[in-house]
C-alpha cells in the first residue's frame, strides 16, 4: 500500500527522538535527482531548526536570516532520511536517540540546494 | 538615458499627484484647524516613512523579479500570508469607500446633486477605465491631472504664513491642549500618507513596468523626490487650513467644511481648484486602490494579473476590482459620513502597518531574495525603526481613537 | 537541477504551465513513503482547499462550507513532480493549465463573466 505524506503539513513540526525528547522543528527537505538522467526526486536529508524562543514562536524565517545576515549562527541540524520516520506528519520521529545518531552533523546556517535566483 | 530622465521625471509627478487624496487631505485640514503648523512634523514623517517603504518595495520587484506581494507569500508561507492579506483587503476596502465619498462629495459641492446618487456612477467610470485601459494609462493619467493639487502651494504661498513657524512645526512637540486629539489626529495622518496598498502598488508597478536591476536608481530618485514634494503638497495643505480655520475656531466636521479652504488666498478659483483636486485626487486613488486590492489576491493566490491584459485573459484579477468597486461603493450609496468613514480607515491604516512592514525588514535582508541588493546599514536603521513605530501606532490606535475620534 | 529545497523552493512558489501562464501557486507537496528507500517526491498540488488544510481545520471548514453553498467540489490539481521542468523564480511544469482544474474558477469566470462584457476579451493584450 502507498502510504505518503504532506510536506506541507510537515513544516515546521516538532520533531522527537524515541525518548520523547524534543530535537528541533522540520526547517526543510532536501531532494536530489534519484538515478541521473530519472526524473524522479528523492528526499535526501531533512534540515532541523533548534533554535530558542524566536523560532518556537513560528519565526525560522526571521532567525535564519536575521542570523546569516548578522553572523549569528542558528542552530541547524542536518539529518539523514534514514534516521527519521515521516508516515505520521503530526508526529514525525527521529528513530534513534539524538546521542547515538551518527549521520547527524551540526551545520553552520547555509542552505543546501540550488537557491532562487533573481530574474526568472 | 532619456528616457530614465523621462521615467524619472514621470515617477516624481506620480508621487506629486498622487499624495494627496480624501485621507491626506482630511487628516491634513483637521491638523492644521485644530492645531497650526503643530502637526507638520507628522506629514514630514508620513512622507520619509513613505519614500522608505516605497523605495524598499520596488527595490525588491527591480530585483527580485516579484512583488512585495508573492515575496510575502513565498516566503512566509500561505499561513502567515493570511494576515496581510485579509488585513490588508478589510482596510484598503474602507479607504476605496472613502476615495469613492471623495469623488462624490465633491460633486455633489460642484452640481448640488446629492453625493450619494453619484455613488454608483463613479465606481462605474472607474471600473470602464479599468476594463478598457493599460496601467501606463492610470499610472500617467493619474498622475498628470493630479498635478492640480499644486492648487495648495498657490494658496499657502498667497496667505504669507511665516515660514519660520511653518518650519518650528516641523520638528515634533508636545500637545498643547488636548492631547488625546492631538496624537490621534497624529496617528491619522501617518495612516493618511503610509498606506500600504500604496507600496504593494508601486512594487506591482515596477514589474507592470519591467523594472530591472537597471532601474534601481530610476526607483530610488522617485520614491524620493516623488514623496518630497508630495508630502510637501500636504504639508501646504495643513499650512493654508491653519492659517484660514485656526484664527477663526473652525472646528472641521463634515467634509463640506474643507471646500472652502482655499477661497479667502485665491476667492472663487480657490473654491472650484478645491474641488477639482479632490475630485481628481480620489478618482485616481479609487483606481489605484480597486487594482491594488486585486493584484494583492492575484498575486497571493498565483492568479493570472496584469492591468495591460484584456480582462478575460485574467478574469479572476479583473472580476476582483469589479467586485470590490461595486462593494466600496455600496456604503457611499447609503449616505454614510464620508469624513467619519475617512478618519477610521486612516487610523485603521496605520494600525495595520505591522503585517507589511515587520516582514519587510526580514524581506529586504534575505539575500534569497535580494541578492547584492540587501539592506545596508542606513536602510535597516531605516526600516527597523519604521517596524518600531508602527507596532507602537498599533497599540496606541484604538485607545486613541475611543479617546480623540471626534 | 541538484538539490531542492522542497520547503523553500518548491512550496508556495507560482507555478507556470507550459505556455508560461501563471497557474496558481504550489499549495501542496505529497511524498511517497518507502520502505527501505528514500521517499519520492511524488506530486505538486495545487487548491484552495489544499491551502486551507494548511492554515487550520477552521479554514478548511470555511471553505469547504463555500464549496457547499455553491454546490462545486473543491478543485484540487494534481500534478506528478516529474513534469516540473525548472524550478527558479517560479516552478515550471510541462503541463497545460488548461487540461487541469487549476484555472476551473479562472475558465468560468472568462465564460461567464470577462466574455460577456464588451471589451473583455480579444488580442491577449491590450
Given at each position: 500500500m502507498t502510504r505518503t505524506v504532506r510536506?506541507?503539513?510537515?513544516?515546521?513540526?516538532?520533531?522527537?527522538?524515541?525518548?520523547?525528547?524534543?530535537?528541533?522543528?522540520?526547517?526543510?527537505?532536501?531532494?536530489?535527482?534519484?538515478?541521473?538522467?530519472?526524473?524522479?526526486?528523492?528526499?535526501?536529508?531533512?534540515?532541523?531548526?533548534?533554535?530558542?524562543?524566536?523560532?518556537r514562536l513560528g519565526g525560522t524565517h526571521f532567525a535564519r536570516i536575521l542570523a546569516e545576515r548578522f553572523g549569528v549562527e542558528s542552530n541547524r541540524l542536518v539529518v539523514d532520511w534514514r534516521d527519521i520516520d515521516l508516515s505520521d506528519p503530526e508526529r514525525p520521529t527521529l528513530r534513534r536517540p539524538l546521542e547515538r545518531q551518527a549521520a547527524v552533523s551540526r551545520a553552520r546556517s547555509s542552505r543546501a540546494g540550488a537557491g532562487r535566483r533573481g530574474s526568472g | 538615458m532619456s528616457r530614465k530622465i523621462a521615467e524619472v521625471a514621470l515617477g516624481v509627478v506620480t508621487g506629486i499627484g498622487g499624495f494627496l487624496e480624501v485621507g491626506s487631505l482630511a487628516t491634513a485640514v483637521q491638523g492644521g484647524a485644530e492645531f497650526g503648523f503643530q502637526l507638520g512634523w507628522a506629514?514630514?514623517?508620513?512622507?520619509?516613512?513613505?519614500?522608505?517603504?516605497?523605495?524598499?518595495?520596488?527595490?525588491?520587484?527591480?530585483?527580485?523579479?516579484?512583488?512585495?506581494?508573492?515575496?510575502?507569500?513565498?516566503?512566509?508561507?500561505?499561513?502567515?500570508?493570511?494576515?496581510?492579506?485579509?488585513?490588508?483587503?478589510?482596510?484598503?476596502?474602507?479607504?476605496?469607500?472613502?476615495?469613492?465619498?471623495?469623488?462624490?462629495?465633491?460633486?455633489q459641492m460642484a452640481?448640488?446633486?446629492?453625493?450619494?446618487?453619484?455613488?454608483?456612477?463613479?465606481?462605474?467610470?472607474?471600473?470602464?477605465?479599468?476594463?478598457?485601459?493599460?496601467?501606463?494609462?492610470?499610472?500617467?493619467?493619474?498622475?498628470?491631472?493630479?498635478?492640480?493639487?499644486?492648487?495648495?502651494?498657490?494658496?499657502?504661498a498667497a496667505l504669507h504664513p511665516r515660514w519660520t513657524s511653518v518650519g518650528a512645526g516641523l520638528i515634533p512637540s508636545r500637545a498643547t491642549h488636548e492631547v488625546a486629539r492631538y496624537w490621534y489626529l497624529a496617528i491619522s495622518i501617518l495612516g493618511a500618507s503610509i498606506s500600504p496598498y500604496l507600496y504593494a502598488f508601486y512594487s506591482s508597478g515596477a514589474i507592470e513596468d519591467g523594472w530591472t536591476t537597471e532601474d534601481l536608481g530610476v526607483n530610488r530618485i522617485t520614491a524620493v523626490l516623488g514623496n518630497?514634494?508630495?508630502?510637501?503638497?500636504?504639508?501646504?495643505?495643513?499650512?493654508?487650513?491653519?492659517?484660514?480655520?485656526l484664527p477663526r475656531h473652525i472646528h472641521v466636521d463634515a467634509y463640506e467644511q474643507t471646500a472652502l479652504v482655499l477661497t479667502p488666498a485665491l476667492s472663487h478659483p480657490g473654491f472650484v481648484f478645491f474641488l477639482a483636486t479632490l475630485a481628481i485626487t480620489c478618482f485616481g486613488t479609487t483606481l489605484e486602490i480597486a487594482l491594488a486590492i486585486a493584484y494583492m489576491l492575484?498575486?497571493?493566490?498565483?492568479?493570472?494579473?496584469?492591468?495591460?491584459?484584456?480582462?478575460?485573459?485574467?478574469?479572476?484579477?479583473?472580476?476582483?476590482?469589479?467586485?470590490?468597486?461595486?462593494?466600496?461603493?455600496?456604503?457611499?450609496?447609503?449616505?454614510?459620513?464620508?469624513?467619519?468613514?475617512?478618519?477610521?480607515?486612516?487610523?485603521?491604516?496605520?494600525?495595520?502597518?505591522?503585517?507589511?512592514?515587520?516582514?519587510?525588514?526580514?524581506?529586504?535582508?534575505?539575500?534569497?531574495?535580494?541578492?547584492?541588493?540587501?539592506?545596508?546599514?542606513?536602510g535597516n536603521v531605516a526600516l527597523v525603526a519604521l517596524a518600531v513605530m508602527s507596532c507602537v501606532i498599533l497599540l496606541a490606535a484604538i485607545p486613541l481613537q475611543l479617546l480623540g475620534g471626534s | 537541477m541538484k538539490g531542492v529545497a522542497l520547503i523553500h523552493d518548491v512550496l508556495d512558489a507560482q507555478l507556470l504551465d507550459r505556455t508560461q501562464q501563471k497557474m496558481g501557486?504550489?499549495?501542496?507537496?505529497?511524498?511517497?513513503?518507502?520502505?527501505?528507500?528514500?521517499?519520492?517526491?511524488?506530486?505538486?498540488?495545487?487548491?484552495?482547499?489544499?491551502?486551507?488544510?494548511?492554515?487550520?481545520?477552521?479554514?478548511?471548514?470555511?471553505?469547504?462550507?463555500?464549496?457547499?453553498?455553491?454546490?462545486?467540489?473543491?478543485?484540487?490539481?494534481?500534478?506528478?513532480f516529474d513534469?516540473?521542468?525548472?524550478?527558479?523564480?517560479?516552478?515550471?511544469?510541462?503541463?497545460?493549465?488548461?487540461?487541469?482544474?487549476?484555472?476551473?474558477?479562472?475558465?468560468?469566470l472568462d465564460e461567464h463573466f470577462a466574455c460577456r462584457i464588451p471589451g473583455g476579451s480579444g488580442e491577449e493584450r491590450k
Open positions: 510536506v506541507d503539513l510537515l513544516s515546521g513540526r516538532v520533531v522527537r527522538d524515541t525518548t520523547g525528547r524534543r530535537i528541533g522543528r522540520i526547517h526543510d527537505l532536501i531532494a536530489e535527482v534519484a538515478h541521473p538522467g530519472s526524473g524522479e526526486y528523492v528526499v535526501r536529508q531533512i534540515h532541523l531548526s533548534t533554535g530558542g524562543l524566536v523560532e | 506629514v514630514l514623517l508620513g512622507s520619509a516613512s513613505l519614500m522608505v517603504l516605497m523605495e524598499a518595495s520596488g527595490r525588491l520587484a527591480a530585483v527580485s523579479d516579484r512583488t512585495l506581494i508573492d515575496q510575502l507569500r513565498e516566503r512566509f508561507g500561505i499561513r502567515f500570508f493570511l494576515l496581510p492579506l485579509v488585513v490588508g483587503f478589510v482596510v484598503s476596502l474602507l479607504v476605496l469607500a472613502s476615495e469613492i465619498g471623495g469623488v462624490s462629495l465633491a460633486l452640481t448640488g446633486v446629492r453625493f450619494q446618487l453619484w455613488a454608483l456612477p463613479i465606481a462605474f467610470l472607474a471600473w470602464l477605465l479599468l476594463w478598457r485601459g493599460t496601467f501606463s494609462l492610470v499610472e500617467n493619467g493619474t498622475a498628470i491631472l493630479g498635478l492640480v493639487s499644486v492648487v495648495f502651494l498657490v494658496g499657502a518630497l514634494f508630495g508630502g510637501g503638497l500636504a504639508l501646504m495643505t495643513l499650512v493654508v487650513a491653519a492659517m484660514v480655520f492575484a498575486q497571493g493566490l498565483g492568479w493570472p494579473w496584469s492591468e495591460n491584459m484584456r480582462p478575460a485573459a485574467d478574469s479572476r484579477f479583473s472580476f476582483t476590482y469589479t467586485v470590490v468597486l461595486l462593494v466600496a461603493a455600496i456604503p457611499i450609496a447609503l449616505g454614510v459620513n464620508v469624513l467619519g468613514l475617512t478618519n477610521i480607515s486612516m487610523v485603521l491604516t496605520a494600525a495595520s502597518l505591522p503585517v507589511t512592514v515587520v516582514p519587510m525588514v526580514v524581506l529586504m535582508n534575505d539575500r534569497d531574495v535580494m541578492g547584492k541588493s540587501v539592506n545596508g546599514f542606513v | 501557486r504550489v499549495d501542496g507537496l505529497v511524498l511517497e513513503l518507502r520502505d527501505g528507500e528514500p521517499p519520492r517526491v511524488a506530486e505538486l498540488l495545487v487548491g484552495g482547499s489544499i491551502a486551507a488544510e494548511r492554515v487550520g481545520g477552521w479554514m478548511t471548514a470555511i471553505v469547504r462550507g463555500c464549496c457547499r453553498v455553491l454546490r462545486i467540489e473543491p478543485a484540487v490539481s494534481r500534478i506528478p513534469a516540473v521542468e525548472a524550478i527558479g523564480a517560479c516552478v515550471e511544469v510541462k503541463v497545460d493549465a488548461r487540461s487541469t482544474s487549476a484555472m476551473r474558477t479562472e475558465r468560468w
